[in-house]
């Protein structure tokens, strides 16, 4: 299944196909927990747009996403859209 990691306001940050997936049966509660905390703080001018963004909200997002990837590898695939995420 392959998987896309987006932040967004009140659900994510992982999604398959549209609708946001539930974190605890695909990472673990540990991560879990993390990814929720860190999407809750997501709003716009986080994100480097219009202004430089939030450099410690962008590294902590681009670190869940690495520990996501780790936990999903052989699994499923974790794509993303925007440049920032890496």
């Known amino acids: 299944m392959?998987?896309?990691?987006?932040?967004?306001?009140?659900?994510?940050?992982?999604?398959?196909?549209?609708?946001?997936?539930?974190?605890?049966?695909?990472?673990?509660?540990?991560?879990?927990?993390?990814?929720?905390?860190?999407?809750?703080?997501?709003?716009?001018d986080k994100l480097p747009i219009d202004t430089g963004g939030d450099g410690q909200w962008l590294a902590e997002g681009n670190e869940l996403l690495r520990r996501v990837r780790l936990a999903l590898e052989g699994r499923h695939t974790v794509v993303v859209t925007e440049p920032w995420w890496s």
């Open 2 to 44: 392959e998987i896309e990691f987006w932040p967004e306001h009140g659900s994510g940050p992982l999604w398959h196909e549209g609708a946001a997936l539930d974190l605890a049966p695909l990472v673990g509660p540990d991560l879990a927990e993390r990814l929720v905390r860190w999407n809750a703080q997501f709003s716009d």
